[in-house]
């Protein structure tokens, strides 16, 4: 499956239904009263043609946006934010700035712990529920650390194995 797809899957059901009853409701409106106004003579008056034009670009515009406040609300749930605040800032903060900083602030997708399946920060070294090491940790201290590191951020201590190229971690 393609990534597209698959966040296509965080919008909620919802925010799908609406974009489409939105957008299809004010087109249908405005193309009902521009139709029937434009019936008396019986010909199209190019006036009314542009006018139905710009509305159906009115119309894909509000559908995108009601879809990307529902990406908005849904990945903000994804990634254990407050779904519900991302999306009133989105909603009325101007010109798109809530837009633009939540995809700027947004935190790092949560995983789940392999063994009990509860929701992990990143960058966890063991799970906060059962205790499985979820990753790397310092020998002396237990903090998170990466495999490229040589000595632990934190603490300092040295990180390499012992019996690896003769070097003692203490």
């Known amino acids: 499956m393609s990534r597209f797809k698959e966040e296509m899957k965080v919008i909620p059901r919802g925010a799908r239904i ?9 087109f249908a409106i405005v193309f009902v009263v521009l139709g029937l106004s434009s019936l008396d003579d019986h010909r199209v008056d190019p006036g009314v043609v542009f006018v139905i034009a710009c509305v ?28 519900v605040l991302w999306l009133l800032l989105a909603i009325f903060a101007p010109s798109a700035i809530g837009i633009i900083l939540y995809f700027i602030l947004r935190q790092p997708i949560q995983s789940g712990c392999p063994k009990c399946g509860a929701i992990t920060p990143t960058g966890s070294a063991f799970c906060p529920v059962c205790g499985t090491q979820l990753g790397q940790s310092c020998p002396a201290c237990r903090s998170a650390v990466e495999a490229a590191w040589s000595h ?10 012992k019996g690896e190229a003769g070097v003692d971690p203490a």
């Open 18 to 26: 609406g974009a489409v009853v939105a957008s299809v409701t004010i």
């Open 56 to 83: 159906a670009l009115g119309m894909l515009f509000l559908f995108t946006y009601v879809l990307l406040l529902g990406y908005i609300y849904g990945d903000a749930k994804r990634r254990g934010m407050r779904p």
């Open 152 to 161: 632990c951020p934190r603490c300092g201590a040295s990180l390499a194995m």
